[in-house]
């Protein structure tokens, strides 16, 4: 991390890896490698050690897409990938994420393979953390929490609306539900939605800033486009404690370069 900044001492906090994320630190950023093939994976992996990186987030959806994984398949695919890039980037902890169609990534697959290889890689040790989509079937969501519980890894818990922006009101009660799946300590709440118009972008902040007073959770509420590109410059104002930034293709639109986003942080 770059340093301690002070913040609002209600938030607990939770480490992945050697990363502390809550109010009372600098935002973290968070680079995607989202390769479709394992030495690509290793290859953004490399660039992320020449950049202002604090956590590497590995999309496994690409490379499990590209090869046609089965179940059958993919956890041996989803380990290697995971070794590959720890391999490469080993003073970086590793944020384990199978980001599925449904919400805007690459593997379509069943809520039952989709809880499964989590809870696989979960027990593996071969990450620092997971994240975990609440939008899934709650069976689903309940045994990966446990299984990470049980591991004592933390969670990212993700919801992505990719077609539009919540109301305020719904954006906070979806923050506030994440906050109840698991404990602050353990716990990080992701909100990431598509703004249309600069209201949007207001209510999206707001909302993360109402969350912030009300929640001990670490919190990432990010507008997505150009448009939303302020709530990534600017979201540690509003409560966000974690940006996502590029060192290769951007994972979502409107991310920043990690060094053009650290930069605008430091001043």
Request: aromatic share 2%; proline share 6%.
């Amino acid at each position: 991390m770059r340093g301690n900044i002070d913040g609002d001492p209600m938030t607990t906090g939770v480490m992945i890896g050697n990363v502390p994320l809550g109010a009372e630190h600098e935002t973290a950023i968070i680079a995607p490698v989202l390769g479709s093939t394992l030495d690509e994976l290793k290859a953004e992996a490399h660039a992320a050690l020449d950049a202002p990186v604090d956590i590497l987030e590995v999309r496994l959806d690409h490379v499990l897409a590209a090869s046609q994984a089965s179940p059958a398949t993919a956890k041996e695919r989803a380990y290697a990938a995971l070794q590959g890039v720890s391999e490469v980037a080993s003073s970086l902890p590793l944020l384990a994420t199978i980001r599925t169609a449904r919400e805007g990534g690459e593997w379509d697959v069943s809520d039952d393979v989709y809880a499964e290889l989590l809870c696989s890689i979960t027990s593996s040790g071969l990450a620092h953390a997971i994240d975990v989509e609440v939008a899934r079937h709650p069976a689903a969501i309940s045994v990966i929490l446990d299984t990470a519980e049980k591991s004592g890894l933390p969670v990212v818990l993700s919801r992505h609306f990719f077609d539009a922006t919540p109301t305020r009101e719904e954006m906070l009660a979806m923050l506030e539900y994440m906050a109840t799946l698991a404990p602050a300590d353990r716990a990080v709440a992701k909100l990431a939605v598509m703004p249309h118009t600069p209201e949007d972008v207001l209510a999206l902040l707001g909302a993360g800033l109402e969350a912030r007073n009300r929640l001990e959770h670490a919190l990432m509420a990010i507008a997505m486009g150009r448009l939303g590109r302020v709530s990534r410059l600017a979201g540690g104002v509003f409560g966000s404690d974690a940006c996502f930034a590029t060192v290769g293709p951007e994972s979502a639109p409107g991310q920043p370069s990690a060094r053009a986003l650290a930069a605008l942080l430091e001043r």
